[in-house]
């Protein structure tokens, strides 16, 4: 909608009962924005809207009741100290000009509250004096002359220039019903194409971070299919093993199955047996990997489908700015330590990361979307509770107080706690085994060490943060 000139101005002004309204309240709702609040013998209460220095700069008398900020700007705090309770004697619109002023009187004294709807530096709300001092602006203008202290200068046109102005055509009750209705659409459909902008880029981050995710996934699936062959190479290896020797870096067997002969490397360093367990543990491993990636793979599918299907509801042309809006600036959880949308407790030790699963489906969703093979995972033994993920750092081994604040942790987060103390083990996430068909979350250790430790209620006050975690 184009800007509007100073003869639907003085449309807008006729059509509102400013004179001898008195002001009641302010509310603001932007930087730019505010709505006095009046009220007059004759049309009871009323408000009128400001917007100024903006794409939808204007004034025009309102029934909607608008989103209030969360705080009040100086300006606001002026107005509310100085306006409310005065009486408007007089509204007067400067000659041909987008510009008008309300003189507000009490009885010590009169004010005058001047309204530029221009576009550019000029737009401004200034209170001044009778004299012509200024008192207080919406907008500090120091190059302009206009800040506190100074005599505002208004000069006032003798003409409108050389285009003719006029009203534009409109419909509705009133010129300020239209102007309301019109601006605030407008508005609106502006604010949602910049969210849809910003929700656009943030989709394509998104997918292809899960794409980027999923690629990675199926390469590991493909290198893990072979865990079979493996099986296979690790009994014919036990079924011929008098014939390995120590130092021997490969062996031709006969392969019953294919009816030819097959080569096995070896390491040379190891013994017979050591070489055998070693192809049988790497075909656990790989198995398990497999079946772990397989359905890492399922949920990130199923997660590309829902994200893209939340995208095409939030892009509909039918959902509501309100739910555009909330899924743009999103809801700040004021709490650090949890993050949104994720599982467990997220905090740090000493620079270093740490997760906390509370119960198992939060402990078998993070092992499978929010760790790596070298990341050090914590748990009580023979007491249930949480599973406790140290995040590895690159070429460096988890220093004694981050485990010690790890092992604090898991005795606080298991049926430990009311002990004080509890014996722990630990080992890197890579060797840990899920129990097929055992229940959520349950996983076996191996290459495991223990701990001994006992609950340090000063490290986890400190590590949560919060008095009232330790009860």
């Known amino acids: 909608m184009s800007t509007i000139n100073w003869k639907e101005l003085e449309l807008l002004l006729s059509e509102m009962p400013l004179e001898n309204?008195?002001?009641?309240?302010?509310?603001?709702?932007?930087?730019?924005?505010?709505?006095?609040?009046?009220?007059?013998?004759?049309?009871?209460?009323?408000?009128?809207?400001?917007?100024?220095?903006?794409?939808?700069?204007?004034?025009?008398?309102?029934?909607?009741?608008?989103?209030?900020?969360?705080?009040?700007?100086?300006?606001?705090?002026?107005?509310?100290?100085?306006?409310?309770g005065r009486r408007v004697v007089e509204v007067k619109q400067y000659p041909f000009d987008r510009a008008f002023v309300l003189k507000l009187q009490n009885s010590d004294d009169t004010i005058n509250m001047i309204f530029r709807l221009y576009s550019g530096p000029g737009a401004n709300v200034i209170i001044t004096r009778e004299d012509g001092t200024i008192l207080e602006l919406l907008f500090r203008r120091p190059q302009r002359g206009e800040r506190n202290g100074e005599k505002l200068v208004e000069e006032e046109r003798t003409s409108e220039g050389k285009k003719t102005w006029s009203v534009r055509p409109y419909t509705g009750d009133s010129f300020n019903e239209y102007i309301d209705r019109e601006e605030d659409k407008e508005s609106k459909d502006e604010k949602r194409d910049e969210y849809l902008l910003i929700l656009k880029e943030r989709e394509n981050r998104e997918i292809k971070a899960l794409e980027d995710k999923l690629m990675r996934i199926n390469e590991r699936i493909q290198s893990t299919r072979g865990f079979e062959e493996t099986k296979h190479y690790a009994d014919l290896l036990s079924s011929n093993i008098y014939m390995v020797k120590k130092g021997m870096t490969s062996i031709t067997l006969d392969d019953w199955e294919k009816g030819e002969k097959v080569t096995i490397s070896l390491d040379p360093e190891l013994s017979p047996t050591e070489?055998?367990?070693?192809?049988?543990?790497?075909?656990?491993?790989?198995?398990?990997?497999?079946?772990?990636?397989?359905e890492e793979k399922e949920k990130t599918e199923k997660t590309i489908q829902e994200?893209?299907?939340?995208?095409?509801?939030?892009?509909?042309?039918?959902?509501?700015?309100?739910?555009?809006?909330?899924?743009?600036?999103g809801k700040s959880t004021g709490n650090e330590k949890v993050k949104e949308g994720r599982p467990g407790v997220w905090v740090k030790s000493n620079g270093w990361d740490i997760i906390i699963g509370r119960n198992a489906k939060e402990n078998d969703e993070i092992l499978r979307s929010y760790t790596r093979g070298?990341?050090?995972?914590?748990?009580?033994?023979?007491?249930?509770?949480?599973?406790?993920?140290?995040?590895?750092?690159?070429?460096?081994?988890?220093?004694?107080?981050?485990?010690?604040?790890?092992?604090?942790?898991?005795?606080?987060?298991?049926?430990?706690?009311?002990?004080?103390?509890?014996?722990?083990?630990?080992?890197?996430?890579?060797?840990?085994?899920?129990?097929?068909?055992?229940?959520?979350?349950?996983?076996?250790?191996?290459?495991?060490?223990?701990?001994?430790?006992?609950?340090?209620?000063?490290?986890?006050?400190?590590?949560?943060?919060?008095?009232?975690?330790?009860?």
């Open 21 to 84: 309204s008195y002001v009641q309240k302010i509310t603001e709702h932007s930087v730019h924005s505010f709505t006095i609040h009046f009220f007059s013998k004759e049309e009871k209460a009323w408000m009128m809207y400001a917007e100024i220095s903006s794409n939808h700069t204007r004034v025009n008398r309102t029934e909607k009741l608008r989103k209030k900020s969360s705080t009040n700007q100086r300006f606001t705090q002026y107005l509310k100290a100085h306006i409310i």
């Open 275 to 294: 070489n055998k367990e070693k192809l049988y543990s790497r075909y656990r491993k790989d198995k398990t990997s497999l079946s772990m990636a397989i």
């Open 307 to 329: 994200t893209k299907e939340k995208y095409d509801y939030l892009f509909s042309p039918l959902t509501p700015l309100d739910k555009i809006k909330k899924e743009v600036e």
């Open 374 to 471: 070298s990341d050090v995972w914590m748990h009580t033994r023979d007491f249930s509770g949480g599973y406790i993920i140290i995040k590895a750092q690159k070429d460096r081994t988890v220093p004694l107080p981050v485990l010690l604040d790890g092992a604090s942790l898991a005795i606080h987060f298991s049926k430990a706690r009311k002990n004080g103390k509890a014996d722990l083990y630990y080992t890197q996430v890579k060797y840990l085994r899920r129990v097929k068909g055992g229940k959520t979350g349950l996983v076996l250790p191996t290459q495991e060490k223990n701990l001994n430790a006992t609950e340090d209620e000063e490290r986890v006050r400190r590590i949560l943060g919060n008095e009232n975690e330790i009860s």
